[in-house]
Structures are given as structure tokens and as C-alpha cells.
């Protein structure tokens, strides 16, 4: 099959998915394949649509509007609403470009995860095409979520939920081996059922460190920060190597998902603050 549908909802939001989907269409694009692109009106699409590619913005609001607030129920429950409502709008608008091709392949790179699921619970009956949806972490251990409720019972639909999409002919992707062990053991489905693709991405030669220093030890966080990715053991760490004075912890990365104060917090709360430098934005592919 040549045609291509990405779909992207969310694709104007910090963080790896707007370079990922355009190195993904623009690939595609190279080997002759035809692609359309289903995304949010903030996507910078100039680079996919000069590659060829069809471009269909969806009806949704700026999903860099909404922030969740990691500690209030409310919040959280609000964010959650509003993708919803974001996932729902943006589905209206992919029925309408699947309608307008016979058969193809269409692929969820982005988008709330329990949305996207029951989207193709209803969906993967269109014979004509190829369904797959993309999981970009394997979080469904409930027990993590043990102390925060609304979590606990996202989580625990959207597992129950993904444990029947993979009874369907819907194609699951992980980014890597760990990653499909991780889930396979997570959902308790075999190995085999879940496909791997590497993310897309551009080849840099490596640059050399003009400022490296014999005895000092820079250490660097980089990426969007969120509560699953272990900043606060990180520094729980870090205050132990509290009687050496020569590293630096450089945080590099948007915390739209979480908020400052929440990186501030933990810096305090182990006493690393003075030994800490930030850049909290989200950063693109050459910086």
C-alpha cells in the first residue's frame, strides 16, 4: 500500500512528536509513498507540505493552553476533559480523509492513548486499511499509581482496554526492544505481537566539547519533564554525592506537564539547588 495517513492530533505540543512526525512523513515521502497528514493548527507543516505531503488541520484548540497541575485532582481531571474533547473534534476530521481514500495505511503517532484505543476498537472493522497506533511508554504498572487515583483509573482502562485492541489486526509499536519486553510483560501478551520502529531521526556528528574540564563532572537531564521519568530519585542520588563539589546538574527541557515549581521543589527538598543550572523550554533537535 502507498498511502500513508499520520495522524497527529496533538502535534503542536513541546516535545519529541512534532520532529519525530515530520523526519516520519518526510521519510515516507522519500520512498515514494503518499502521505496525508492529520494534525492540530499550531503544527509547523511547512517542511512536510514542500515534501508533497497532504496536510488537514483538525477543528481543536491549542493544546499548549492547558497545563495539568501534578498535585490537584481538579486540574488533572479538567486536562483530562480537554483532550478528550481535543481527541474526539480531531477524530471527526480523520473519518473525513478516510473517507476520501479506498485503502492505505493509517498510523496514531500521537493523541491521548485511551481515546486512540477506543477509536480503533471502532474502527479496525474498516477492512480497507491498516490500523496502528504507536505506544510511546510502557506505564501500565498500576501499582505506581497506587496514590494518585485519577491516574490509577486512567491507567486501568486504558490496560484493560489495549489488552483487546491486541486480539484485533490493529499493529502496536514500540520504539525499541526494552520498551516491547516492558509492555509484553505489562499487558501479559506475547513478544511477537508487538512491532518495533525505531524513531525517525536526523544524524548528527558529534561536536567537541571545547570546555570539558579534567575534574568536573556535568551531568545533563534533557527532555520533557514528567513525574514517571525519575527526576526525583535523580536528585535523592545527587544529594548524597553532596561531600563532592564538582559536578553540575543541568536541567534542559520544557515542564509544561508538571510545572516549575515541581523541578524547584526537588532540587530543595535535597539540598542540590546551588548546584543546579535551568532551561526549562522546550528545546528542538539542534539545540
Known amino acids: 500500500m502507498s498511502n500513508y495517513i499520520i495522524y497527529n492530533p496533538q502535534g503542536g505540543r513541546e516535545g519529541h512528536s512534532y520532529q519525530y512526525t515530520t523526519n516520519l512523513c518526510v521519510g515516507l515521502l522519500g520512498i515514494g509513498k503518499t502521505v496525508d497528514l492529520v494534525t492540530s493548527p499550531d503544527f509547523d507543516s511547512k517542511c512536510i507540505e514542500d515534501s508533497g505531503a497532504g496536510v488537514t488541520f483538525t477543528n481543536t484548540n491549542n493544546s499548549k493552553s ?13 486536562y483530562g476533559i480537554f483532550i478528550v474533547s481535543t481527541n ?12 476520501g481514500k479506498k485503502n492505505g495505511v493509517c498510523l496514531m503517532t500521537d493523541g491521548d492513548t485511551l481515546t486512540n ?15 496502528a497506533l504507536t505506544i510511546h511508554n510502557a506505564d501500565y504498572i498500576l501499582h505506581f499509581y497506587k496514590n494518585d487515583r485519577v491516574k490509577y483509573i486512567y491507567k486501568m482502562i486504558c490496560k484493560i482496554l489495549l489488552k483487546i485492541l491486541a486480539r484485533t489486526p490493529v499493529i502496536i509499536f514500540v520504539h525499541g526492544e526494552a520498551m516491547r519486553s516492558a509492555l509484553s510483560n ?23 566539547n571545547k570546555n570539558k574540564q579534567k575534574d568536573s563532572i ?23 554525592c553532596k561531600p563532592f563539589s564538582n559536578w553540575n546538574l543541568r536541567v534542559a527541557g520544557t515542564t509544561r506537564q508538571v ?29
Open 186 to 208: 505489562q499487558l501479559n501478551i506475547e513478544e511477537g505481537r508487538i512491532s518495533i520502529y525505531k524513531v525517525p531521526s536526523d544524524n548528527f556528528s558529534e561536536i567537541p
Open 259 to 287: 510545572g516549575d515549581e515541581y523541578v524547584y521543589d526537588l532540587t530543595r527538598k535535597f539540598d542540590i539547588e546551588g548546584q543546579c543550572t535551568h532551561n526549562h523550554k522546550y528545546m528542538t533537535t539542534e539545540e
Open 88 to 99: 474526539i473534534r480531531a477524530f471527526f476530521t480523520l473519518n473525513k480523509v478516510l473517507r
Open 117 to 131: 484505543i477506543i477509536y480503533l476498537l471502532l474502527s479496525y472493522w474498516r477492512s480497507s486499511f491498516v490500523f
Open 66 to 78: 492547558k497545563v495539568s497541575k501534578h498535585n490537584n485532582i481538579i486540574s488533572k481531571i479538567e
Open 218 to 240: 556535568n551531568l545533563l537531564f534533557c527532555g520533557v519533564m514528567r513525574e514517571d521519568k525519575g527526576f526525583d530519585h535523580l536528585c535523592e542520588a545527587l544529594s548524597d
